[in-house]
Structure formats: structure tokens, C-alpha cells
């Protein structure tokens, strides 16, 4: 049971910042496993392990993130004994040091590929553009490693013509990448609530989709973690996943 007075967090460090889902039909989904409906406000529900067992190893409470479906988030410190509290607040994203220049820079539109996607999107053939663009997300992996800002830009790329193709499935996928990618690498958070939106936006038309589950939790645990404000796009995934499913 979290005790009455949220505690300040202030010392708390950011990461590890662990997350967990409840969806409306009582389902709780933490550290990538469904656990038994019911109980989650007890210390002693099994979505609070994964953070227990991180608070031990590291001998202080670590900060978990709740979201429930109408979009509200609540924020929580796990100690190493299991004893919950209320937190003060959401963790803030880290902030880089410097912003790498490689986000803002044009050298990607000089890539000898780009000028088949270009030519497929001036030519409004969305599938098209979406092959072509893949190709190149490809090939700027190949030739420079999946650390490097323009590596993510293409895969950005290839999502974008996903969307206009209306393949959902890949429109999903790919932005939801993209935004965890961008997130690693520190990006602009600007343009990464931007793509996270997109990812929402084309998860919502999957419903029956073989992957809207996986995609589904993965994009909810994402929206905890970097937009724990968004209690609208929040509470349309949350509200969306029952029917996921068990379809």
C-alpha cells in the first residue's frame, strides 16, 4: 500500500524508470508480461516485481509510471523492501549535453537512393515510395550503423510513406521504432512526441491485425515513459488493447 504523502523525488535518478498498463477489463501489463487482474494498488501484485527486484539490485527505490485507461498516469517509487510510495512527480527526460548537429544536418537528401523515393512521391505512388524509401533506410543502416541519427531519419522516412500507403502494420511499427531510436539516441523530443503521435494514429486503424497486441503495449509502455501527459492518446491505446486482445 503507497503511503498517504507523496515523498519529494527530486534524488531520485530518472532511469531505470520502469512502467505498467491497466486495461479495462482489469488486465496489468508490466515488464512485457499480462499478470492477474486485481489488486494492483497492494505491494504484493506481481507487476511490481520487475521494480522491486531493480530497487534491490540497486540498493534504492527506483520510479514507476502507472497508466489506467482514461489516461491518467501515476507516479510511484518501488523500494528494495517492496513498500510503495507516491511520487511528487513524473521523472524528467534526461536532457543532452549538446544537441548532435547530425539531427538537423540535409546530408541524408544526398544519399543516391533518395532520388527514387523523391521520384515515386512527386508521382503520388505511395507504395512506391514506401519500397524505395526502405531500400534506403536499409542501405544508410548498412553504411552507418544503427547509432547514427540519419540511420533512424530514413527509417523515419520509410514510416512517413507507410502512412501514406496505408500500411498500417509497417506506419506502426516503424514510428514506434523511430520514436524509441530517437529517445536513445536523444533526438530533439520535439520531433519524437511528433512521430509517437503518428504511431498512435496508425496502431488505432490495426485493431485485428496479428500485431496490434505486441505493437499495442509496447506503444502504451512508450507513452508512459516519454509523454506521460498525453492523457488523451494514452487513454485511446489503453482503451483499444481489450479489443486487440482477443481478436
Known amino acids: 500500500m503507497a503511503t498517504p504523502y507523496p515523498p519529494p523525488a527530486a534524488g531520485i535518478p530518472a532511469d531505470p524508470h520502469l ?3 491497466a486495461l479495462p477489463d482489469g488486465t496489468v501489463h ?24 531493480e530497487a534491490q539490485r540497486l540498493g534504492r527505490p527506483v520510479r ?31 536532457m543532452p549535453d549538446h544537441l548532435d548537429s ?9 544519399h543516391p537512393l533518395v532520388e527514387t523515393v523523391r521520384a515515386a512521391q512527386r508521382a ?5 515510395a514506401q519500397v524505395a524509401a526502405g531500400r534506403l533506410a536499409g542501405q544508410v543502416r548498412t553504411e552507418l550503423g544503427d547509432d547514427h541519427p540519419h540511420t533512424v531519419l530514413a527509417a523515419e522516412l520509410e514510416g512517413f510513406f507507410a502512412l501514406h500507403a496505408r500500411d498500417w502494420p509497417a506506419a506502426a511499427r516503424l514510428h514506434l521504432t523511430v520514436a524509441q531510436e530517437r529517445h ?33 503495449f509496447a506503444l502504451a509502455h512508450l507513452l508512459l515513459r516519454l509523454a506521460p501527459h498525453d492523457s488523451r492518446a494514452l487513454s485511446a491505446v489503453l482503451r483499444t488493447l481489450p479489443t486487440a486482445a482477443t481478436t
Do not use: K
Open 102 to 110: 547530425r539531427w538537423l544536418d540535409v546530408t541524408l537528401d544526398q
Open 30 to 53: 508490466a515488464a512485457t508480461t499480462p499478470s492477474d487482474p486485481g489488486g494492483l494498488w497492494s505491494s504484493v501484485h506481481s507487476a511490481w516485481r520487475p521494480a522491486q527486484t
Open 184 to 216: 536513445r539516441l536523444s533526438a530533439p523530443p520535439g520531433d519524437t512526441r511528433r512521430i509517437l503521435h503518428n504511431a498512435v494514429a496508425a496502431w488505432l486503424h490495426l485493431r485485428t491485425d496479428p500485431e496490434a497486441t505486441a505493437l499495442g
Open 19 to 21: 512502467t505498467i498498463v
Open 64 to 94: 514507476v509510471s502507472v497508466g489506467q485507461q482514461d489516461g491518467t498516469v501515476m507516479a510511484y517509487l518501488v523500494h528494495p523492501d517492496g513498500r510503495l510510495d507516491w511520487a511528487s512527480a513524473h521523472p524528467q527526460l534526461p
Open 124 to 128: 503520388t505512388n505511395w507504395p512506391a
